[in-house]
């Protein structure tokens, strides 16, 4: 029997080391656009922008553990190219390879803008530094966690750095729109500049160019504009991918529909039912994480399969704050509370966000977990 990973990050490496943890023993091969053994992307627009930062982006395991100690042959630097569920086999580099089980984790790819860098990759994060090292003005183009965490690097240097966003609310989608409201005091509090409903029309050589005539003037340009899923090897294989955004529909098992496929993290979009069966594709390190392993699981041994009810976590550190968000923002109503902004559906806690407690979030994780009813939550936050 052949497990193929076609995805070399977090997700995919999951998906490995649950595949070895389940006692299974066969063959596994890890395919990886990227030349690099699976790496961590959170730290590349973190602590890797600092200016005593590490020096090299490091992988999770060296490849002698790959391949000895997990037994995974690696094809490194050589995406996927098609995929022939009939036949079930994955085209890579000219050459057919069999599985009879597959765990799609190709991720996302960062939405460019002509001009201006991006910060996905451990080559797009040492360009970044390296401007950042020479006293770059910086101009963020997209108020995101990304843009947010870049301008925050730049501001640790004590660079000139403004942030320009096309919504009047930055994150509204993210945290929706009362968060979002709340942690632009972060930005102004810093000394970052906010440009919110601002179009840029272009990026050239003297800087960004605004809607209406306007040029700041920048060393640096940063999109952070979002991300779309690595499926255009996909097209045309039979697999759903979603009208918006092409990522693979999977339903609550992360079953991608042809016997055999699971898809995993930031490409796969799936139903939870800890909310309703709300279908969401989500790009966050445990989600990867999680996903990544139970794909494996499934894939291996479809019969027991079970939906997964994980409750979504993510963080981002903006100037020394750590940002921290559980469940969905996808809610009935928005409530900021005892320094808390939490999330109802129906008449239950769906979601919440807070800044600088840690301890606390994770109370409110469970909480969402266990389906509490809404006034207890207003309740524990002190607010009802």
């Not at 529909?257 to 995993?264: D, L, S």
Request: aromatic content about 6%; overall charge neutral; glycine content about 12%.
């Amino acid at each position: 029997m052949t497990l193929v990973v076609v995805g070399a990050s977090l997700a995919g490496l999951r998906a490995v080391e649950s595949a070895r943890r389940t006692g299974y023993r066969g063959r596994i091969v890890l395919v990886g656009a990227e030349e690099h053994l699976p790496y961590d992307r959170p730290p590349l627009s973190k602590a890797f922008l600092d200016a005593g930062g590490p020096s090299r982006v490091e992988p999770f395991h060296p490849e002698a553990v790959l391949r000895d100690d997990l037994g995974v042959e690696l094809v490194l630097g050589a995406p996927a190219e098609s995929l022939d569920t009939g036949a079930r086999e994955v085209a890579v580099a000219g050459t057919a390879v069999r599985y009879d089980a597959l765990v799609i984790a190709t991720g996302a790819t960062a939405r460019r803008l002509p001009g201006a860098r991006t910060l996905r990759t451990a080559e797009d994060a040492v360009a970044v530094r390296a401007a950042l090292d020479a006293g770059a003005r910086t101009v963020v183009i997209g108020a995101g966690f990304i843009g947010s965490e870049v301008a925050s690097a730049a501001r640790r240097r004590g660079l000139p750095v403004t942030i320009v966003e096309a919504s009047a609310v930055p994150l509204a989608r993210a945290v929706g729109e009362t968060a979002g409201a709340r942690l632009i005091a972060l930005h102004h509090a810093a000394g970052t500049e906010l440009r919110l409903a601002t179009e840029v029309t272009g990026v050239a050589g003297d800087g960004v160019h605004l809607a209406g005539g306007e040029v700041l003037p920048a060393d640096l340009v940063v999109a952070g504009i979002g991300a779309v899923p690595a499926t255009g090897w996909l097209e045309g294989s039979g697999l759903t991918l979603h009208e918006r955004d092409r990522g693979v529909v999977c339903d609550a098992t992360l079953a991608a529909g042809p016997p055999g496929v699971y898809a995993a993290g930031d490409v796969a979009h799936v139903p939870n039912p800890l909310f309703d069966g709300l279908g969401v594709r989500l790009e966050h390190w445990t989600n990867a994480a999680e996903q990544g392993a139970a794909a494996a699981r499934h894939a291996l041994d479809p019969a027991s399969a079970r939906p997964l009810e994980a409750v979504p976590y993510f963080w981002s550190d903006w100037y020394g704050r750590r940002i921290q968000f559980v469940g969905t923002p996808h809610a009935d109503e928005v409530v900021s509370a005892g320094g808390v902004t939490l999330y109802r559906r129906g008449d239950r806690l769906a979601g919440a966000l807070t800044v600088d407690r840690p301890r606390e979030i994770m109370k409110y994780r469970r909480r969402v977990a266990a389906r509490s009813p809404w006034t207890e939550a207003l309740a524990f936050a002190g607010a009802a």
